[in-house]
């Protein structure tokens, strides 16, 4: 937060955490697979017990950032200690990269550029049929249990689109609407101006102003 600090001073702060927790992934990792060619049960679950915690307390650091987001717009805390850990804990989670396979794809990262739309028919939609759930209030967060990323091979990545789009995919099914259109009559709107100015990029996407606008354009589309 020293608007004369530099950035160095910020690794300084930051690296050693990471660093500290990454080579305890690692050896983990290492004695998972030594475990294994021993076939020694125990241990292999040791080892995996440690790497399932590590990728806990990130997930931890993710759901306390999140939640503190859109609390913090709601009221004052009061208690800069809780920002401290926010700004932290948001610099930390950049680098806590665990256990990047290389024979697969995470696409937890995939970021949409295309889309196309196609008639298939019509499906009958009855709105009143059954009791309509309700929305579960938020409860404490953090201390979940570790789910595996959605994965693929490359491969079948690849004969997935090729079968979806057959080929038909051009650039004009590119999101032109959003990036161009719907974008600039976003910036038009002075409140949302002056919440991206005056907020994190993580409060301004939880911004209810925002969302009500997305909607008021998307239905105008």
Known sequence: MDPNGTQGQLNAAIAPVADRL????????????????????????VAKDTTDALILFKQDLGAFNRLYAFLSQIFDY?????????????????????????????????????????????LPLNLNHGEAPKLQPMDETGGGSVQDKQKAFLDEIIKQVNGLFEGELTD?????????????????????AQQATNNSKVQF???PDLSQALGSECRAA
Do not use: P, W
């Open 78 to 122: 009061g208690n800069t200690d809780i920002e401290k850990r926010f700004l932290f804990y948001k610099r930390l989670i950049s680098l806590l990269d665990f256990g990047r396979e290389r024979d697969t794809v995470d696409l937890s990262k995939v970021v949409l550029a295309h889309y196309t739309l196609r008639n298939t028919g019509k």
């Open 22 to 45: 990454l080579k305890r992934y690692k050896a983990a990792q290492a004695d998972k697979l030594q475990a294994e060619s021993q076939k020694d049960e125990q241990a292999i679950q």
């Open 205 to 207: 996407a939880n911004s």
């Open 172 to 192: 004009d099914d590119q999101l032109v609407y959003v990036n161009g259109v719907l974008k600039c009559k976003l910036l038009e709107n002075e409140t949302l």
